[in-house]
T-cell receptor
């Protein structure tokens, strides 16, 4: 069973537009929500992460929005650029868990057209 | 600073063959892990280690074996390869096993089992 559901599977956005990727989780014990970015031929790399004591976290053009009651969180990429074209994975882990308990979404392939 | 190094990058095996995927990190990380990445499935944890001499199973351990004799190395062994093991394999490490520790991924091994 997939504990973290991610949508959409793929996304095409024009340069300068806003990219939005959504994730939903089931386990209420999850309290750490990172996003990883993966370029073709490379391993995933941590992009940004949020804990549920805040509803939003922003780093440059990347923002995580978190809705604890709905058990959903999303990644917004403002002013999307062709260099943002990559696969994005959301993940979730629990308060007393370690990295081995983190669960990943299926991934979203983002293409930003010039 | 090499980070996490995986070899080989590509491998083709016949059903029933065995092989070892190599992973080495030079960051003195305590925690190391192996993931497989399949389309529509995201990253799934195979095995992990919280220190030299200590290993444990992840979500999908069947058909794989690991050992950790040194802090630096964490090889993954396929005992008798099956077509279902066709996947991209990633090794990842973090300073400790704590949930909020950033995971560093290698660049992956693409494995095909015919």
């Amino acid at each position: 069973q997939q504990q973290v559901k991610q949508s959409p599977q793929s996304l095409i956005v024009q340069k300068g537009g806003i990219s939005i990727i959504n994730c939903a989780y089931e386990n209420t014990a999850f309290d750490y929500f990172p996003w990883y970015q993966q370029f073709p031929g490379k391993g995933p790399a941590l992009l940004i992460a949020i804990r549920p004591d805040v509803s939003e976290k922003k780093e440059g053009r990347f923002t995580i929005s978190f809705n604890k009651s709905a058990k959903q969180f999303s990644l917004h990429i403002m002013d999307s650029q062709p260099g943002d074209s990559a696969t994005y994975f959301c993940a979730a882990g629990g308060r007393f868990y370690s990295n081995n308990d983190m669960r990943f979404g299926a991934g979203t392939r983002l293409t930003v057209k010039p | 600073n090499a980070g996490v190094t995986q070899t080989p990058k590509f491998q083709v095996l016949k059903t029933g063959q065995s092989m070892t995927l190599q992973c080495a990190q030079d960051m003195n990380h305590e925690y190391m892990s192996w993931y497989r990445q399949d389309p529509g499935m995201g990253l799934r944890l195979i095995h992990y280690s919280v220190g030299a001499g200590i290993t444990d199973q992840g979500e999908v351990p069947n058909g794989y074996n690991v050992s950790r004799s040194t802090t630096e190395d964490f090889p993954l062994r396929l005992l008798s390869a099956a077509p279902s093991q066709t996947s991209v394999y990633f090794c990842a490490s973090s300073l400790t096993y704590g949930l909020h520790e950033k995971l560093f991924f290698g660049s992956g091994t693409q494995l095909s089992v015919l």
